[in-house]
Nanobody, 121 residues
């Protein structure tokens, strides 16, 4: 079983920074893709950033140049560095991965429980 636990959320003033972490644990053979999504109150969940292992990162236009997704493979931990935060960045942030639990096994998708980010003006 694979579990994802996010942390690092909180309340910050506009212009500030936060770094979200997503620790993956369990029987992980390899992480193939990773992504962050967010959901503001009353809105649908939206994609924020994603990365293919060993490949390029992609970002939503609303966060491009301010957010950065990365992974520490030694810790199976995915990060989202968020700089120059704006009130519209407020929401619950979720991480998700596609991972294999064995060599040659199928890729499955896993989600964390979310962490709240609140940006005051």
């Amino acid at each position: 079983q694979v579990q994802l636990v996010e942390s690092g959320g909180g309340l910050v003033q506009a212009g500030g920074s936060l770094r979200l972490s997503c620790a993956a644990s369990g029987n992980i053979f390899s992480i193939n893709t990773m992504a962050w999504y967010r959901q503001a109150p009353g809105n649908q969940r939206e994609w924020v950033a994603s990365r293919v292992s060993g490949g390029a990162s992609n970002y939503a236009d609303s966060v491009k140049g301010r957010f950065a997704i990365s992974i520490d493979n030694t810790k199976n931990t995915i990060y989202l560095q968020m700089n120059n935060l704006k009130p519209e960045d407020t929401g619950v942030y979720y991480c998700t991965i596609q991972a294999r639990t064995s060599a040659g096994g199928r890729r499955n998708e896993y989600w964390g429980q979310g962490t709240q980010v609140s940006v005051s003006s």
